[in-house]
């Protein structure tokens, strides 16, 4: 089951909150990072952007590997060493 934190925080003039350590710490956010906002209804979702956008990447690239012939480990080493051979031949 999910746990659950429930926090108040009070809008200020311009529209800003802040966030209670609480809640930072389970984002896994501090000062200068940046969080993700979704608004679904009357309901925000609060994400830290760097999960948020790994999360958007890998649903992007799902069935990749397939389509490119990719199915074990070996096979991404070969894609390395691959890789590596064009970029030192260059």
Do not use: H, W
Not at 39 to 44: A, F, S
Not at 50 to 55: D, G, K, P, T
């Amino acid at each position: 089951m999910n746990n659950i934190l429930v926090e108040n925080a009070k809008i200020m003039a311009k529209g800003q909150i802040t966030l209670p350590k609480d809640i930072r710490d389970v984002l896994g956010v501090g000062m200068g990072d940046r969080v993700t906002l979704i608004c679904r209804d009357n309901q925000v979702i609060m994400m830290n952007a760097a999960i948020y956008a790994m999360n958007m990447l890998q649903e992007g690239m799902k069935g990749e590997f397939e389509k490119a012939g990719i199915m074990n480990d070996d096979d991404v080493m070969d894609l390395v060493k691959e890789v590596r051979l064009e970029i030192e031949g260059s």
